[in-house]
């Protein structure tokens, strides 16, 4: 059974638009959640972390928690073709160490 | 400031063989973990090492080690390698217990 579930997309938006994306994950003892943006043949660039559920907003980009429904989402907002990427979600597990489960990520596309 | 910095950037090694791989933390950072990233998947864990003690280990198998040296920086071992093994091995550091930053990784190709 996957830990951290991601839409695989891709997903595609237009230039100037709202991109969503979206995360589950089983654990329900997970306390930290985190955005990464992978650009292809790069390393995972933290973009948003989120510890408590609500809103959490970083320029053009809002993560959303809801502990109960056990989901994570990210909204890029004015989405531009530099937003081109995967996007990967990040939870870390309990247990004592920092160990991070990630999602297969969703990648997105941009279009000018 | 420095960010994670690994080496080498490649590294090309046949079936059986064993290859080290390097990983100096963001200055001030006393945590080092280890991932490995298959294409088209999420990076897994391998370890974690906190003031030079294991904090965690992945399901990988016993020829996978690691450790940690008293400057914070690391090496990942890999002994007996298979084709299986080809990825890009990721490390990274954080002020435990806190956001998780990556090095640019290795990439590893077992022929």
């Known amino acids: 059974q996957k830990e951290v579930e991601q839409n695989s997309g891709p997903l595609s938006v237009p230039e100037g638009a709202i991109a969503s994306l979206n995360c589950t994950y089983s654990?329900?003892?997970?306390?930290?959640f985190f955005w990464y943006r992978q650009y292809s043949g790069k390393s995972p660039e933290l973009i948003m972390s989120?510890?408590?559920?609500g809103d959490k907003e970083d320029g053009r980009f809002t993560a959303q928690l809801n502990k109960a429904s056990q989901y994570v989402s990210l909204l890029i907002r004015d989405s531009q073709p530099s937003d081109s990427a995967t996007y990967l979600c990040?939870?870390?597990?309990?247990?004592?160490?920092?160990?991070?489960?990630f999602g297969k990520g969703t990648k997105l596309t941009v279009n000018p | 400031d420095a960010g994670v910095t690994q080496s080498p950037t490649h590294l090309i090694k046949t079936r059986g063989q064993h290859v080290t791989l390097r990983c100096s933390p963001i200055?001030?950072?006393?945590?080092v973990s280890w991932y490995q990233q298959v294409l088209g998947q999420g990076p897994q864990f391998i370890f974690q090492?906190?003031?030079?003690?294991?904090?965690g280990r992945g399901n990988f198998p016993d020829r996978f080690s690691a450790r940690q040296f008293p400057n914070y920086s690391s090496e990942l071992n890999v002994n007996a390698l298979l084709l299986g093994d080809s990825a890009l091995y990721l490390c990274?550091?954080?002020?435990?217990?806190?956001?998780?930053?990556f090095g640019p990784g290795t990439r590893l190709t077992v022929t």
């Open positions: 200055s001030g950072h006393k945590s």
């Open positions: 990274a550091s954080s002020l435990m217990p806190y956001e998780q930053y």
């Open positions: 090492y906190y003031e030079k003690e294991e904090r």
């Open positions: 654990d329900r003892g997970s306390q930290s």
């Open positions: 989120i510890y408590s559920n």
């Open positions: 990040a939870v870390n597990s309990q247990g004592g160490s920092e160990k991070l489960v």
